[in-house]
């Protein structure tokens, strides 16, 4: 559904200035997937979303979107996507269900399929109750939601979405999801995710690709990079020898970064549930009874934090408002 080859975009900031927002992606997404994309604000998600989505013209290689070249044929490409972008799309003055209408004509629907697939919307969405108020009247979850209807009016085989869900507290979340996923089972769309929230890409996407400075750097399904990336953690306090515990790692698979730190040993596993039983034995049989032994799954936090040095989320929280991908997006 998506292929890209060396996908690249450089802005001209100024004469004398340059910025490189992508540089040669590689990304291959096939019809039904869920590929959520994660990276620090400035990283290039968004601007590869807005090539792919016709929205910028790459600077140089090449994304085929349902088949069809972004760069040749621009309009038949967004005959076949829907796109959710970061901000609200309907007009604050206009009400709900006329967005929808109108959105309907615009994408060649005659006029009664227009207002049927608008009304099918409202209610696959839950706005009934709020399909006639004015947009500037909506909760910021109805808006989320109405964002999400105007994305699917032309019903397209794929959807991108773009931090959907940015700013809604975790029950509006919760529910947009709902929303989508069901959406998604009933249309067999393919799904191109950007978010902030590490979680939605964690337990929404059969595919995570991670991107920094342009580049793509990981690519594997959440648990993939999990286990081969980050690893269990697991932390053991003894009522014994420290180091006669640590020793004992020396004989777990995939154990690295051991840490000592008075009775309090830690260290990274491939299999956590495997290795603390065996610790457990091993620690009593050595003289080195464990008093306590907790096994901790990675989170994709702590795989950006193995791919870079950095924790993607002290990174999003210390990104200024001013950064080229926020430029690009606004």
Same mark, same amino acid.
């Given at each position: 559904?998506?292929?890209?080859?060396?996908?690249?975009?450089?802005?001209?900031?100024?004469?004398?200035?340059?910025?490189?927002?992508?540089?040669?992606?590689?990304?291959?997404?096939?019809?039904?997937?869920?590929?959520?994309?994660?990276?620090?604000?400035?990283?290039?998600?968004?601007?590869?979303?807005?090539?792919?989505?016709?929205?910028?013209?790459?600077?140089?290689?090449?994304?085929?979107?349902?088949?069809?070249?972004?760069?040749?044929?621009?309009?038949?490409?967004?005959?076949?996507?829907?796109?959710?972008?970061?901000?609200?799309?309907?007009?604050?003055?206009?009400?709900?269900?006329?967005?929808?209408?109108?959105?309907?004509?615009?994408?060649?629907?005659?006029?009664?399929?227009?207002?049927?697939?608008?009304?099918?919307?409202?209610?696959?969405?839950?706005?009934?109750?709020?399909?006639?108020?004015?947009?500037?009247?909506?909760?910021?979850?109805?808006?989320?939601?109405?964002?999400?209807?105007?994305?699917?009016?032309?019903?397209?085989?794929?959807?991108?979405?773009?931090?959907?869900?940015?700013?809604?507290?975790?029950?509006?979340?919760?529910?947009?999801? @709902?929303?989508?996923?069901?959406?998604?089972?009933?249309?067999?769309?393919?799904?191109?995710?950007?978010?902030?929230?590490? @979680?939605?890409?964690?337990?929404?996407?059969?595919?995570?690709?991670?991107?920094?400075?342009?580049?793509?750097?990981?690519?594997?399904?959440?648990?993939?990079?999990?286990?081969?990336?980050?690893?269990?953690?697991?932390?053991?306090?003894?009522?014994?020898?420290?180091?006669?515990?640590?020793?004992?790692?020396?004989?777990?698979?995939?154990?690295?970064?051991?840490?000592?730190?008075?009775?309090?040993?830690?260290?990274?596993?491939?299999?956590?549930?495997?290795?603390?039983?065996?610790?457990?034995?091993?620690?009593?049989?050595?003289?080195?009874?464990?008093?306590?032994?907790?096994?901790?799954?990675?989170?994709?936090?702590?795989?950006?934090?193995?791919?870079?040095?950095?924790?993607?989320?002290?990174?999003?929280?210390?990104?200024?408002?001013?950064?080229?991908?926020?430029?690009?997006?606004?």
């Amino acid at each position: 559904m998506i292929q890209t080859r060396g996908l690249t975009k450089v802005f001209e900031v100024s004469k004398t200035q340059t910025v490189h927002a992508v540089r040669g992606i590689d990304l291959d997404i096939a019809p039904g997937e869920l590929v959520a994309v994660l990276g620090p604000n400035g990283a290039g998600k968004t601007t590869t979303m807005r090539m792919l989505t016709t929205l910028v013209r790459p600077t140089a290689g090449t994304a085929v979107v349902a088949g069809v070249d972004v760069v040749r044929d621009p309009a038949t490409v967004r005959r076949h996507i829907g796109y959710v972008g970061q901000g609200n799309g309907a007009g604050h003055t206009q009400r709900g269900v006329d967005e929808l209408f109108s959105q309907g004509l615009i994408y060649g629907l005659d006029r009664p399929s227009a207002r049927r697939r608008a009304h099918e919307l409202v209610d696959a969405l839950d706005l009934s109750a709020h399909a006639t108020r004015k947009v500037s009247e909506l909760s910021g979850g109805q808006r989320r939601r109405l964002d999400v209807a105007l994305g699917l009016v032309h019903a397209p085989q794929l959807l991108f979405l773009d931090e959907p869900s940015t700013g809604l507290d975790p029950q509006n979340r919760a529910n947009l999801w @709902d929303h989508i996923l069901r959406l998604r089972a009933e249309h067999e769309m393919t799904i191109m995710l950007t978010t902030h929230y590490l @979680d939605e890409a964690d337990t929404m996407a059969e595919r995570v690709v991670v991107v920094d400075h342009g580049q793509v750097i990981a690519d594997d399904t959440a648990d993939g990079l999990k286990r081969t990336l980050a690893g269990d953690r697991v932390v053991l306090t003894t009522t014994g020898s420290a180091a006669v515990v640590a020793g004992l790692l020396a004989h777990v698979p995939g154990a690295r970064d051991v840490v000592v730190d008075g009775a309090r040993v830690e260290a990274r596993v491939a299999d956590a549930g495997t290795a603390v039983p065996e610790l457990v034995i091993a620690a009593s049989r050595a003289g080195a009874p464990l008093l306590e032994a907790l096994a901790v799954r990675p989170t994709l936090d702590d795989v950006f934090l193995a791919l870079t040095g950095r924790s993607l989320r002290d990174e999003q929280a210390s990104s200024s408002s001013d950064e080229i991908e926020g430029r690009d997006a606004a």
